[in-house]
């Protein structure tokens, strides 16, 4: 069901500046000392974007899990887990609360302490770290530069494609660069698409509201049954409909009625995805690792 509304819409959203993006990142790549790849904690699989990979393989890399504080945690302990076991550096944050900047940048030091030396044995102590800020759209890059400087530098906000064009932001010690986000030229899985879609990285405007409201009532119906169940007052009976049921029940229950006793499916699902996304529904992941088989097994 969660795939329905991919399939009919074939979700495409790959504007020109996302595409000039791609390019700018190639070219800045020269100019920094390392990319922070800030990732969705609640899909930290789905959110990494090939080709934005393949371009910051070419430096020093830090991953950071950003808005930990929607995502479940017992699941984001689990990716830390998955990270480190790639030897990937990774910090889990929520960029809203305070520390996020000071646990970023005690890992980034630690992942480049060889250059920190190198530059203090050269006498070139003063010189600032230049990082590259990148992620998909809507993954708190500008959020998190914000809370690093301690005020609004960035602007930022609640939809994907804010920030449209690079800007160098300075904080002690550091030079950040804030990036535009970037999809997908073209999907080719429709399970990322659908996990982009849910936590509003692509655009509202191309999505269905109503089928992307029950793909997400149907995943977490199956994973995390209960927190449907406490939100919206609902019996195991009711969870168990097809999820445009499902969808009229809710609406039903909170009272979104038009002329006739019908219920305004659109309203409905407004709402229900708005709550997801405010983490009405509690703390929930939408992905979690594949299970690794250990070497010797
Ligand atoms: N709960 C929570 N919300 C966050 C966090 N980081 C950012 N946000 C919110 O996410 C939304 C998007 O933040 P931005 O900083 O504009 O995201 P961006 O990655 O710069 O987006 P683009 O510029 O569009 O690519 C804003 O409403 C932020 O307040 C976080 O760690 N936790
Ligand atoms: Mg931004």
């Known amino acids: 069901m969660s795939e329905d509304f991919i399939n009919r819409r074939s979700i495409q959203w790959f504007p020109g500046h996302m595409a000039k993006t791609l390019r700018l990142i190639e070219a800045d790549l020269k100019h920094v000392d390392v990319v922070l790849q800030l990732l969705d904690a609640r899909i930290p699989f789905s959110s990494q974007n090939p ?20 995502a479940d945690p017992a699941v984001t302990a689990q990716w830390m887990a998955h990270f480190k ?17 000071a646990a970023v940048r005690q890992q980034l030091e630690q ?22 800020v990148v992620g998909i759209p809507n993954v708190g890059k500008s959020t998190f530069i914000n809370c690093w400087a301690g005020t609004t530098r960035a602007k930022a906000a609640d939809r994907p494609g804010v920030t449209r064009g690079k800007q160098w932001i300075s904080v002690p010690g550091y030079e950040l660069l804030d990036m535009p986000g970037v999809l997908w030229k073209k ?23 109503e089928e992307l409201a029950m793909g997400l009532l149907s995943q977490i119906a199956n994973m995390y049954p209960n927190r449907l169940c406490e939100r919206y007052k609902l019996t195991e009976d009711q ?14 229950k909170r009272g979104m009625l038009v002329s006739g006793g019908e219920v305004n ?3 409905a699902a407004i709402m229900v995805v708005d709550e997801f996304r405010a983490s009405k529904w509690g703390r929930i992941s939408l992905e979690k690792p594949a299970r690794e088989v250990p070497e010797d097994a």
């Open 51 to 70: 080709e934005i990979q393949r371009l910051a393989e070419k430096k020093p890399c830090l991953y950071v899990l950003n808005k930990a504080d929607l």
């Open 187 to 209: 999907f080719d899985s429709l399970e990322t698409a659908t996990n982009l879609a849910f936590i509003g990285s692509i655009k509202d405007d191309i999505l269905d509201i």
């Open 265 to 267: 499916t659109e309203r």
């Open 111 to 132: 992942e480049l302490s060889w250059l920190i030396e190198k530059r203090a044995r050269k006498g070139i102590q003063g010189a600032s770290i230049r990082v590259m």
């Open 239 to 252: 969870l168990a409909l097809d999820a445009w049921d499902l969808l009229e029940a809710i609406g039903r």
């Open 85 to 101: 076991r790639q030897g990937a550096g990774c910090v889990a944050v929520s960029s809203k609360s305070r520390g996020a900047a």
